[in-house]
């Protein structure tokens, strides 16, 4: 006999607490439910679960190694509920956002402090990848919103502008240049220069600055910006970066100036035409764009100019 997910829900919950008292008390069902929905997931799964004793139960060893299926299977299965709810259009009480990670340190946060200030019983999810795999888990349905920066190949998915801002470039303290208001390629022809990997567009035009071929060995490309940012703090060399980094930089001593060539790129919420933005979606986005312009007055404070549609 095949397990029911109402059992696997309560034993992983159980498997957690190791108490049917407490168990149910969170499930909101009686202690003997608990009991008896242990019982029938030991005889349908054909394996012991549990010891009993005088003292309490704890679980057997064969319920360890079947626990991490067991999430797998429950979070699979909540993935396609909720897959589904967004196909009917029912996204009332629930937000998955995935962001490329320069935003969790501040501005996402925040935003999502704000929605629940506003909505405190709504779900939320927030996921972290690269740019790349923001786009795919939007285009996948896997979640609600995702927050990348363009260009976005993919014609049928919405982009949905939110701040566009110019390349910065970092310099440890006490560096010869962080004097200067703006820092060129050319002040930098002898430095280290750490940057994003290839497989970024910005990145890409940031070597079309220099008049160095794209091996040479002063490169330094990492797939993060926080990386980059701790390599300029150990005196490793100097970055060129989106801005979105300084929020992760702040008390530091890491200068931030300007770049030139103006290199510009924007940051866009993607997110599906059909059933569109759900209106905690749009709520959040509200919230973020508000965080975005508290944001563009302390970049500004670096001399780095922004946008921000209306």
């Known amino acids: 006999m095949r397990p029911s997910v109402r059992h696997l829900e309560i034993f992983r919950l159980f498997s957690r607490v190791l108490n049917v008292t407490e168990t149910a008390r969170i499930l909101r069902?009686?202690?003997?439910?608990?009991?008896?929905?242990l019982k029938d997931l030991e005889m349908q799964l054909g394996v012991s679960l549990l010891i009993r004793s005088k003292t309490g139960m704890r679980l057997t060893s064969a319920a360890e190694e079947l626990l991490s299926s067991m999430d797998g299977v429950l979070d699979n299965i909540q993935l396609l509920s909720d897959r589904a709810a967004r196909l009917r259009g029912e996204q009332r009480n629930q937000l998955s956002v995935c962001t490329v990670l320069p935003l969790?340190?501040?501005?996402?946060?925040?935003?999502?402090?704000?929605?629940?200030?506003?909505?405190?019983?709504?779900?939320?999810?927030?996921?972290?990848?690269?740019?790349?795999e923001v786009i795919q888990r939007v285009q996948d349905r896997s979640v609600?919103?995702?927050?990348t920066f363009l260009p976005i190949e993919v014609p049928d998915l919405i982009q949905h502008?939110?701040?566009t801002t110019e390349m910065a470039c970092l310099l440890p303290p006490?560096?010869?240049?962080?004097?200067?208001?703006?820092v060129t390629a050319d002040d930098l022809l002898e430095e280290t220069i750490i940057t994003l990997g290839l497989q970024v567009r910005q990145e890409f035009d940031v070597r079309l600055a220099f008049d160095r071929p794209l091996d040479d060995t002063r490169f330094i490309t990492t797939n993060l910006s926080?990386?980059?940012?701790?390599?300029?703090?150990?005196?490793?060399?100097?970055?060129?970066?989106?801005?979105y980094v300084l929020q992760h930089l702040e008390g530091s001593e890491v200068v931030a100036r300007p770049f030139r060539p103006l290199i510009k790129r924007s940051l866009?919420?993607?997110?599906?035409?059909h059933p569109?933005?759900?209106?905690?979606?749009?709520?959040?986005?509200?919230?973020l764009r508000a965080e975005l312009r508290t944001f563009a007055e302390v970049i500004g404070q670096y001399g780095l100019t922004s946008r921000i549609p209306s």
């Open 29 to 37: 069902i009686t202690q003997p439910s608990v009991s008896q929905a």
């Open 104 to 132: 969790t340190a501040a501005l996402v946060p925040h935003a999502i402090e704000r929605v629940r200030k506003d909505k405190p019983d709504v779900r939320i999810v927030i996921e972290s990848y690269s740019s790349r």
């Open 144 to 147: 609600d919103l995702g927050l």
């Open 161 to 163: 502008p939110l701040m």
């Open 174 to 182: 006490g560096h010869a240049l962080a004097t200067k208001d703006v």
């Open 226 to 243: 926080t990386i980059a940012s701790d390599m300029v703090r150990q005196g490793m060399g100097v970055a060129i970066t989106l801005p």
């Open 268 to 273: 866009v919420a993607v997110f599906h035409n």
């Open 276 to 287: 569109g933005l759900s209106p905690i979606g749009r709520l959040f986005l509200k919230h």
